[in-house]
């Protein structure tokens, strides 16, 4: 670990030494970040570095974080709709599993780390971030409640013609969330493969089915 931190902050010395006859231009400080990271992370398990590796959307939103400004309309427009055309929709054309299923994926947080098996089932880890089920006295507010989220927004029946809109766009939330909200910091759980079809189908149940505690 010592060895780990003496190279990443090898780029930081460099940097300094240098800026005694020069100022160091934003370039600069990228590259320099981008070293330190690289150097402080390694390959373990199936925690690959290419987890380091920004899309688009990251680097627009990265930039647009560090510069304290909104991100330019026209980008963030375009940003959706890219992410809106990853939606995978459900194979079987069925959009609720079990809801029962879904709460314990909701309540996991497993999965993903240095110590899981490839290709073990993950959790998604909802609860971090929002509150769902009633009865749950330990959760984020990082994301607004979902409490009565499918009784709120009128749905009796998530088959019917009426409740399409919404049951539709729950499901591209959850597959993209990018692509309803450019820089949105909700995990792409569909598209970057954190859950599976089957598992969305579950957490959508959860959300949406009437019979669900959390629609009651």
Not at 47 to 64: H, I, M, P, T, V
Not at 179 to 190: D, I, K, L, V
Request: proline share 4%; glycine share 10%.
């Amino acid at each position: 670990m010592k060895k780990t931190m003496k190279f990443a902050i090898l780029p930081l010395a460099a940097l300094v030494l240098a800026g005694c006859t020069s100022s160091p231009s934003g370039a600069d400080y990228d590259k320099m970040t981008a070293d330190v990271v690289k150097a402080s992370f390694q390959d373990r398990g199936i925690a690959k570095l290419d987890r380091l590796q920004q899309d688009d959307a990251n680097r627009e939103c990265s930039a647009a974080d560090v510069a304290g400004k909104p991100l330019d309309e026209k980008v963030a427009k375009a940003i959706e709709e890219a992410n809106l055309k990853t939606v995978k929709w459900p194979s079987d054309g069925k959009f609720l599993g079990d809801w029962k299923e879904g709460e314990r994926i909701a309540q996991s947080g497993r999965g993903l780390t240095w110590s899981d098996a490839a290709g073990s089932a993950n959790g998604g880890n909802c609860y971090n971030c929002h509150m769902i089920g009633k009865e749950e006295i330990s959760f984020g507010n990082l994301g607004p409640s979902l409490y009565n989220y499918g009784k709120l927004r009128g749905v009796t029946d998530p088959n019917a013609a009426a409740s399409k809109a919404i049951v539709e766009y729950t499901w591209g939330k959850l597959w993209n969330a990018r692509a309803y909200n450019a820089c949105s910091q909700m995990p792409r759980a569909g598209h970057m493969g954190i859950l599976s079809e089957k598992q969305i189908q579950h957490v959508m149940a959860l959300l949406l089915d009437p019979a669900s505690p959390v629609n009651k």
